[in-house]
C-alpha cells in the first residue's frame, strides 16, 4: 500500500484508495454477465478483465489487433472473446460494432477503458486531435453504435481521469477541436480525459430520459504506473518511477474503481457520477456543466456525420496528411 492509501483510508462505500478489483467482486457471481472492455490487453485493462473472468463472467475483449485480444485472452485465461477495434480508426470501430451486433451479443457493461496520453508532438485523426479522437470519439461511436445491445440494466463505465482537471479553462475548444490553433500534449489529455466524463453525464441523462434502467458514470482510476506513460519523457517518467511508493496505486488497485461501476450491487443505482477510490468523488465544474455535456454530444455527433460522408479515416502528423484507407 502506499503512503497516499495509509493516508486516506477507505470512503463511505466501505472501500477506497487501496481497494483491489479482487476485493470489489469478493464473493460475488459474475457468470450470468457480458462485459465489452477496451483496451483490454495492457494495464488496468488487462487487470480488469482478469478479475471478470475469474468471477466467470464473459468479456469481450477488445484491442487493436486480433493478436493482441487473443495474446491477453489467454494471459488471463477464462471465459474471453477477442475483438478487434482500434479507436483511431473509424472503419474498424464500425466493423467491430457490425460484428457485435451480427453475433447478437448482450453486453451488461461496457468498459471504455483504452487510452492514450500526453503526445508531445500535435497528431490528428479526419482533423480531430487525436487524444480527442481515441479517447473520446472513438468509444462515442463505439458506445452509440452499440446501444441496442446493451441490456435494459445495462452500464457504460467511461474510464476518465482526474486530468480531467488539466482541460482548457472553457472546458472544451469547441473553436480548435484540430488542436492547430494552439497545441500542448497535457491540455489535449485533459480535455479528452474531460469529454470522456461529459460523455457520461449525457448518456446517463438520456437514458434516464428512456423507459430502461440503463446507467452511464465515469471515473477515475487513481495515478497507476503503466504503459500510459509512454510518451513522457525521461525526467518527467523517472520522477513517477522514484515518487512511486508514496502516491501511486498498484495496477490491482488501479483496477478497483472500474470494476466497482460495472459490476458492484451497490453501483447499480448510480447514474451520471464521477468516481474514484470506488467512492462517488466530485469532478470540475466544468465537469458538472450538463449544457457543455449537450454541446460536446452534438458537436460529437457531427465529426460522426463528417466520417460517415468521406468514409475514410484521415491521419495527420503535424501537418504531413496520409490518407490510411
Ligand atoms: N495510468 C494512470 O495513471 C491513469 C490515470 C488516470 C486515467 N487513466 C486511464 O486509464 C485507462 C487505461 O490506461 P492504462 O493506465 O491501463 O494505460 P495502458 O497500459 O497504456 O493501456 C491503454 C490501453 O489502451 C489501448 N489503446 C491505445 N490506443 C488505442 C487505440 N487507438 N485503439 C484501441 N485501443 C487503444 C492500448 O492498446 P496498445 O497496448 O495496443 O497500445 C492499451 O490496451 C486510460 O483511459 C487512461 O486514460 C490512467
Known amino acids: 500500500m502506499s503512503l497516499t ?72 485465461g477464462g471465459d474471453t472473446i477477442p475483438v478487434v477495434c ?16 451480427e453475433k447478437d451479443h448482450r ?11 500526453a503526445l508531445p508532438k500535435l497528431e490528428t485523426i479526419c482533423g480531430v486531435e487525436k487524444q480527442l479522437f481515441v479517447n473520446h470519439v472513438g468509444h462515442f461511436l463505439l458506445i452509440t453504435g452499440l446501444l441496442e445491445q ?22 472544451i475548444e469547441f473553436d480548435n477541436l484540430s488542436g492547430e490553433k494552439r497545441y500542448g500534449g497535457w491540455r489535449a489529455y485533459g480535455q479528452s480525459k474531460l469529454a470522456n466524463l461529459l460523455f457520461a453525464r449525457e448518456l446517463g441523462r438520456r437514458f434516464e430520459e428512456g423507459d430502461s434502467n440503463r446507467k452511464a458514470n465515469a471515473i477515475h482510476p487513481g495515478p497507476i504506473d503503466t504503459n500510459l506513460t509512454r510518451h513522457m519523457n525521461v525526467l518527467a517518467r523517472g520522477a513517477w518511477t ?3 511508493p508514496l502516491f501511486l496505486k498498484s495496477i490491482p488497485e488501479g483496477a478497483a ?47 460522426v456525420e463528417s466520417l460517415d460522408a468521406t468514409g475514410s479515416s484521415h491521419v495527420a502528423v503535424q501537418g504531413t496528411a496520409k490518407s490510411a484507407s
Not at 483511431?88 to 457490425?98: D, F, G, M
Not at 441490456?151 to 486530468?163: F, N
Request: proline fraction near 2%; include cysteine; charge should be negative.
Open 242 to 244: 522514484v515518487m512511486g
Open 107 to 117: 453486453i451488461d457493461a461496457l468498459i471504455a477503458n483504452a487510452g492514450i496520453m
Open 257 to 303: 474503481t472500474q470494476v466497482w461501476a460495472a459490476v458492484h450491487p451497490d453501483t447499480a443505482d448510480y447514474n451520471g457520477e464521477y468516481m474514484a477510490d470506488c467512492n462517488i468523488a466530485k469532478s470540475s465544474a466544468e465537469g458538472a456543466d450538463s449544457e457543455l455535456a449537450e454541446k460536446l454530444w452534438q458537436e460529437t455527433e457531427k465529426i
Open 5 to 76: 492509501g495509509l493516508v486516506k483510508g477507505t470512503g463511505p462505500s466501505g472501500f477506497g484508495w487501496s481497494t483491489t478489483a479482487e476485493q470489489v467482486v469478493d464473493g460475488l457471481d459474475l457468470s450470468d454477465r457480458t462485459i465489452l472492455l477496451t483496451g483490454c490487453n495492457s494495464g488496468i485493462g488487462l487487470e480488469t478483465m482478469r478479475v471478470l473472468v475469474a468471477r466467470g463472467a464473459t468479456v469481450l475483449a477488445a484491442a487493436r489487433s486480433r493478436e493482441k485480444a487473443i495474446a491477453a485472452g489467454e494471459e488471463v
Open 150 to 171: 446493451l441490456t435494459d440494466d445495462g452500464r457504460v463505465v467511461m474510464v476518465s481521469s482526474g486530468a480531467h482537471k488539466a482541460a482548457p479553462r472553457e472546458g
Open 86 to 101: 482500434d479507436l483511431a480508426e473509424p472503419e474498424s470501430i464500425r466493423r467491430c460494432v457490425e460484428d457485435i451486433q
